[in-house]
């Protein structure tokens, strides 16, 4: 079921470590094997490209300023090995989380909770990454996206960045997809070095969705 990304998302903020105008490296990688590839240049490559610093959603500023340890600059890989039971296991994770949470449009401001009973994109995508970061996967690998739907609908997910590329874990299904692959008009992106810090996706695109 689809959850709008609350009214505030896109909401102007600027704090100093925007100011720093910290940038991802990116990280060109053949993708796995076996899935059906866009022949579109901006699609050729594993990982989700970045470019200058921008504005952070200011609900997630104010997600940061009530739970700062979800937003601490951890010293870890920026990217997950896998292998095909890790991967087994993030799919059962977003499955259980995506069936422990009612989709639900915040009805006042945008405010973003960890572990809801009712929620939107938004607390899934910050629910999921404090779950896998439970479980011991690190911290910059695990990076909240704003995105759009095919129709146009504001929307946010977890990208996990694994030895095998981006993946996508979003409560409109138990499936991860490659980021190419998931849907979705890409927006900005956390930066892996500091999760206060996002940067805007370079060249976004929009991608099929394979059902």
Not at 120 to 131: F, G, M
Not at 153 to 170: N, Y
Request: hydrophobic share 45%; glycine share 6%.
């Amino acid at each position: 079921m689809m959850v709008k990304v609350g009214k505030n998302l896109g909401s102007l903020f600027v704090s100093s470590v925007i100011a720093l105008g910290l940038t991802a490296v990116q990280v060109a990688a053949a993708g796995p094997a076996g899935l059906a590839r866009n022949a579109d240049p901006d699609l050729s490559t594993s990982r989700i490209a970045t470019s200058q610093a921008t504005l952070a959603p200011f609900a997630h500023v104010r997600f940061c300023l009530k739970s700062p340890q979800e937003c601490a600059v951890v010293d870890a890989p920026p990217l997950a090995t896998v292998d095909s039971a890790k991967m087994d296991d993030l799919k059962a994770l977003n499955a259980r989380i995506n069936a422990a949470i009612i989709p639900a449009n915040d009805t006042g401001p945008d405010v973003w909770s960890l572990w809801p009973q009712s929620g939107d994109c938004e607390d899934y995508a910050i629910t999921k990454r404090a779950a896998l970061i439970a479980a011991g996967w690190p911290a910059p690998a695990l990076r909240l996206a704003v995105t759009r739907t095919l129709t146009g609908e504001g929307h946010a997910v977890l990208v996990v960045s694994t030895t095998d590329g981006d993946w996508v874990l979003d409560n409109r299904t138990d499936d991860i997809r490659d980021w190419r692959e998931a849907g979705l008009q890409w927006l900005k992106i956390q930066s892996s070095e500091d999760p206060r810090v996002w940067l805007a996706v370079a060249k976004p695109v929009l991608a099929p969705l394979i059902m």
